[in-house]
Structure formats: C-alpha cells, structure tokens
T-cell receptor, first 113, second 112 residues
Framework: GENVEQHPSTLSVQEGDSAVIKCTYSDSASNYFPWYKQELGKGPQLIIDIRSNVGEKKDQRIAVTLNKTAKHFSLHITETQPEDSAVYFC????????????FGTGTRLLVSP | DVKVTQSSRYLVKRTGEKVFLECVQDMDHENMFWYRQDPGLGLRLIYFSYDVKMKEKGDIPEGYSVSREKKERFSLILESASTNQTSMYLCACNRESNQPQHFGDGTRLSIL
C-alpha cells in the first residue's frame, strides 16, 4: 500500500522567511496530493491540493510542487507570518479502488516574530 | 462551508467500557471517515463508509466498529475500551472519492 514520508518534523523560521516542507510517496499510481493545516485545538483544514497532471499550483503565499518521477511533493510558504504557526500534514491518494488518503506524520512549523 | 460536528471535545472512560463517538455532517456528503491522530504517527484511517449502512476497514480497524444508519451520521464504537485507545479521534467527510476531505475538530479520548 501507499506510504508517505514527511520532513522535517519541526521547522522554526523567522517572520518573513520562507518555509519548505517535503513529502515522498511510494505508490506511483497516486494522483491526488492535498496539504492540511492543523491549528491548536482544531481539526485539519485543507490549504492547497494538487493532482498528478499538474506540476505546480499557487495560492497567494502558498505553493505546492509535484515531481512524479521522483515521487515527491513539497509545500512552500513565502513571507511567513506568526499565524502560519501550526502543524502541516501532507497526504497522497491512490488511483485504485476507493481512493483513501494516506497521511504523512506532520511538520510543526513555528514562525517567530 | 461544510460543517462536521463531533459530539464531544473531551471524553474520559474506563477500560472495558463500550464507548461511542458520534459525528454529524451537514452537507449530504457520500463518504465519511474516522481517523485517530497520535504524536509522530500522523492520521491513521480506522474505518470509512461510502454509503448508508456500508462500511470498510481502514488501516487500523482492530478494536473498533462503526455504524452508519443515516447519511449524515457516522458513529465510531470502541467495543471494550483499552488504554492503548487513548488518542485524538477525527471524523471527516467528502462528496466523492479523491475530493477534499472536511474534518471535525476532534474528540480527545482518555481511557483510564
């Protein structure tokens, strides 16, 4: 089955810096890759997603890139702000049968003012 | 916006008890999911349902069962709670497979 690895587990940056979180997946048939942000005491919220027919997607300060050959995808946050501090999860969904999400282990991002 | 409501934010139960966690969604979505979240392990799928009365095992179904009698409600049942089931439980739903999942805010369950 699918396996998703996520790095780093913690990331500390200064306000205004960029942050990059990387994930690799094992199933070359996976075709949907969402990113979720989880704030303290809340459930995960989708912030951006990408499908396998697209190499990059942007939404304001957030971008996701996908390299199908290498089977990895990354989240890029530019001009970080303290409110970006949260836990971020990547996930991958296979193409066979009912498409369940397999999640990475999460990255705790801390943005210091 | 989709709203997913989990009946309890915090729950404390004793070993051996039968525990029910309830989840309700208000957007008529077909699919519903139960995950548990543990530090360093991310979210792991326990069970999911793609239709009323239909259920499928996820990656870690042992010790759990589910019930979906109505489209909007998905219940997770711990038949005989054990301390290793202490965790954060998250419910989610989506309209179709491979569409974004919408999560509730979780139930933090402690088994003493």
């Amino acid at each position: 089955g699918e396996n998703v690895e996520q790095h780093p587990s913690t990331l500390s940056v200064q306000e205004g810096d960029s942050a990059v979180i990387k994930c690799t997946y094992s199933d070359s048939a996976s075709n949907y890759f969402p990113w979720y942000k989880q704030e303290l005491g809340k459930g995960p919220q989708l912030i951006i997603d990408i499908r396998s027919n697209v190499g990059e997607k942007k939404d304001q300060r957030i971008a996701v890139t996908l390299n199908k050959t290498a089977k990895h995808f990354s989240l890029h946050i530019t001009e970080t702000q303290p409110e970006d501090s949260a836990v971020y999860f990547c996930a991958a969904s296979g193409a066979v049968g009912f498409q369940k999400l397999v999640f990475g282990t999460g990255t705790r991002l801390l943005v210091s003012p | 916006d989709v709203k997913v409501t989990q009946s309890s934010r915090y729950l404390v139960k004793r070993t051996g008890e039968k525990v029910f966690l309830e989840c309700v969604q208000d957007m008529d979505h077909e699919n519903m999911f139960w995950y548990r979240q543990d530090p360093g392990l991310g979210l792991r799928l326990i069970y999911f349902s793609y239709d009323v009365k239909m259920k499928e095992k996820g990656d870690i179904p042992e010790g759990y069962s589910v019930s979906r009698e109505k489209k909007e409600r998905f219940s997770l049942i711990l038949e005989s709670a054990s301390t290793n089931q202490t965790s954060m439980y998250l419910c989610a739903c989506n309209r179709e497979s491979n569409q974004p999942q919408h999560f509730g805010d979780g139930t933090r369950l402690s088994i003493l």
